[in-house]
């Protein structure tokens, strides 16, 4: 069974462009997750998908952050414009139901300039 | 609000001598812990949550409610053992909140 895919791996942008992170989870997962870690910080929750919708979106930075799951399959997470202080991991997991083990993908490393 | 604590960055440790990673945390109701751990060039991956009471890859670690702690201990290292721990809670909302981490260096 094919574990939490990410994409890109790794992206470097300019201060001001936009970015699209993509995370697909395990197939038949109704929760979808998105972590971040920055620079020297912890990791640090974004938000909680349930099928297509927005179940907890509590940690969302601020609005230049936009994540969208349509379908209910796999998730996007944009951002625009990125700051500097964006840079860094970003983490997706997904679940079966929300009490389960989550299963994290490999990350996206985020570098703006 | 919930908090986890993960005192050591760094511990650095023999080939078969015991190792324990501090975990403290914080939470006003009943939390659930785990243990992460990345290994170089892996993902995050589940070690071990409080509720399963398992012992895996040698690893036990013990919910303490009085100390709100939630130690992780092997009694012998292996190199393997080498990575990144992390300690992490959940609420009733499930979503995890993560220590700093503690990177582990077994040395032969």
């Known amino acids: 069974e094919a574990g939490v895919t990410q994409f890109p791996s790794h992206s470097v942008i300019e201060k001001g462009q936009t970015v699209t992170l993509r995370c697909d989870p395990i197939?038949?997962?109704?929760?979808l997750y998105w972590y971040r870690r920055v620079m020297g910080k912890e990791i640090k929750f974004l938000l909680h998908?349930?099928?297509?919708?927005?179940?907890?979106e509590s940690g969302m930075p601020n609005n230049r952050f936009l994540a969208e799951r349509t379908g209910g399959t796999y998730s996007t997470l944009k951002v625009q414009p990125a700051e500097l202080e964006d840079s860094g991991v970003y983490f997706c997991?997904?679940?079966?139901?929300?009490?389960?083990?989550?299963?994290f993908g490999p990350g996206t490393r985020l570098t703006v300039l | 609000a919930q908090r986890v604590t993960q005192p050591e960055k760094l511990l650095s440790v023999f080939k078969g001598a015991p190792v324990e990673l501090k975990c403290n945390y914080s939470?006003?109701?009943?939390?659930?812990l785990f243990w992460y751990v990345q290994y170089s060039r892996q993902r995050l991956q589940l070690l071990l949550r409080?509720?399963s009471r398992e012992s895996i890859k040698g690893f036990t670690a013990d919910l303490n409610k009085g100390e709100t702690s939630f130690h992780l201990k092997k009694p012998f290292a292996q190199e393997e053992d080498s990575a990144m721990y992390y300690c992490?809670?959940?609420?009733?909302?499930?979503?995890?909140?993560f220590g700093a981490g503690t990177t582990v260096t077994v040395r032969a």
């Open positions: 997991a997904s679940s079966l139901y929300y009490t389960d083990t989550q299963y």
């Open positions: 197939s038949g997962h109704d929760n």
């Open positions: 998908f349930v099928k297509e919708s927005k179940q907890d």
């Open positions: 939470y006003s109701g009943s939390p659930e």
């Open positions: 409080h509720i």
């Open positions: 992490a809670l959940s609420g009733n909302d499930y979503k995890l909140s």
